[in-house]
């Protein structure tokens, strides 16, 4: 039998954590003196002790442990370390996403020195015959995805797109969310081909914008795009008596040799990678009453 200084020693465990422990009914002592209080673990709790260790070191919470030691069965444990499994596959995503997002602060730093001065153009965007489709997405990330399996299906659905190509995605959302997003994309059509059965053919009226042009690749929250929103917030808060209403992006694609993708290729070729889109980012801005 070891006292419990000697235990610590043995297990690679703290007195103050061995006596947690036991306030938890994770670890006991195999004995403790009833006049002296000195508590005494045997070789054989050794194991259990171990066991606690490096289900902490992997990150497992005191309380998962004891539920996970109770579990009794090699079932039951085959669980625990399948669920741990996954959670740790998801904290190296969120590590990963984190490490990219340093990247690209870390890339942008020289770029963020040139972003104070894009330039606001204020204009009519008139009436459009669109084809569009509308969901819920987990979040801006899947815009990508989103607009790859849109124009899929107009190659499906052998309508001609109008030329020159003209495409938009409007965030519908009232507010800045982080997930389940509400998204539509649209393509501009021939009025012909808008026939009244399809009922995803509208007619879009015409809108009053503000944009910011700008070339640069999708990932979220890079310091360009909070150089873009930082422009159209400045330009808004200058012209006061202009109110914003719904986001929008109208991309135009670009080919490999940065010439402008033709709408009449769209149903014969495979669409450019939208990383390499030039966007167009703005507001449908209406002119309020000054008084």
């Given at each position: 039998?070891?006292?419990?200084?000697?235990?610590?020693?043995?297990?690679?465990i703290s007195?103050?954590?061995?006596r947690?422990?036991?306030?938890?009914?994770?670890?006991?002592?195999?004995?403790?003196?009833r006049?002296?209080?000195?508590?005494?673990?045997?070789?054989?709790?050794?194991?259990?002790?171990?066991?606690?260790?490096?289900?902490?070191?992997?990150g497992?919470?005191?309380d998962?442990?004891k539920?996970?030691?109770?579990?009794?069965?090699?079932?039951?444990?085959?669980?625990?370390?399948?669920?741990?499994?996954?959670?740790v596959?998801?904290?190296?995503q969120?590590?990963?996403?984190?490490?990219?997002?340093?990247?690209?602060?870390?890339?942008?730093?020289?770029?963020?020195?040139?972003?104070?001065?894009?330039n606001?153009?204020?204009?009519?965007?008139p009436?459009?015959?669109?084809l569009?489709?509308?969901?819920?997405?987990?979040?801006?990330?899947?815009?990508?995805?989103?607009?790859?399996?849109?124009?899929?299906?107009?190659?499906?659905?052998?309508?001609?797109?109008?030329?020159?190509?003209?495409?938009?995605?409007?965030?519908?959302?009232?507010?800045?969310?982080?997930?389940?997003?509400?998204?539509?994309?649209?393509?501009?059509?021939?009025?012909?081909?808008?026939?009244?059965?399809n009922?995803?053919?509208?007619?879009?009226?015409?809108?009053?914008?503000?944009?910011?042009?700008?070339?640069?690749?999708?990932?979220?929250?890079?310091?360009m795009?909070?150089?873009?929103?930082?422009?159209l917030?400045?330009w808004?808060?200058?012209?006061?008596?202009?109110?914003?209403?719904?986001?929008?992006?109208?991309?135009?694609?670009?080919?490999?040799?940065?010439?402008?993708?033709?709408a009449?290729?769209?149903?014969?070729?495979?669409?450019?990678?939208?990383?390499?889109?030039?966007?167009e980012w703005?507001f449908?801005?209406?002119?309020?009453?000054?008084?």
């Amino acid at each position: 039998m070891f006292k419990i200084g000697e235990f610590s020693k043995l297990s690679n465990i703290s007195v103050r954590s061995l006596r947690h422990y036991e306030s938890l009914g994770l670890l006991s002592p195999m004995e403790t003196d009833r006049f002296t209080g000195y508590r005494y673990y045997s070789a054989d709790q050794l194991d259990a002790a171990n066991k606690i260790r490096m289900l902490r070191e992997v990150g497992f919470s005191l309380d998962s442990i004891k539920r996970f030691l109770s579990a009794g069965s090699l079932d039951g444990a085959r669980q625990y370390y399948e669920l741990r499994q996954m959670e740790v596959e998801e904290e190296l995503q969120s590590l990963r996403a984190k490490r990219d997002m340093l990247k690209l602060l870390l890339d942008d730093i020289t770029e963020n020195e040139n972003m104070d001065c894009y330039n606001v153009v204020e204009k009519d965007v008139p009436e459009k015959t669109v084809l569009r489709s509308h969901k819920i997405l987990p979040s801006y990330d899947c815009v990508k995805e989103f607009w790859l399996e849109f124009l899929e299906e107009v190659k499906e659905t052998g309508i001609q797109p109008q030329e020159p190509l003209f495409l938009r995605s409007l965030c519908l959302d009232k507010e800045y969310k982080e997930t389940n997003v509400e998204v539509e994309l649209q393509i501009e059509v021939s009025s012909h081909s808008g026939s009244k059965k399809n009922k995803q053919i509208i007619t879009t009226p015409a809108a009053h914008v503000a944009t910011v042009t700008f070339s640069r690749e999708y990932p979220q929250g890079s310091v360009m795009r909070h150089a873009v929103r930082r422009s159209l917030a400045r330009w808004l808060e200058v012209n006061r008596e202009s109110a914003f209403g719904i986001m929008f992006n109208i991309p135009k694609l670009l080919n490999g040799d940065g010439t402008m993708f033709r709408a009449q290729n769209l149903l014969n070729s495979d669409c450019p990678d939208p990383d390499h889109w030039i966007n167009e980012w703005g507001f449908e801005i209406t002119k309020t009453d000054s008084n």
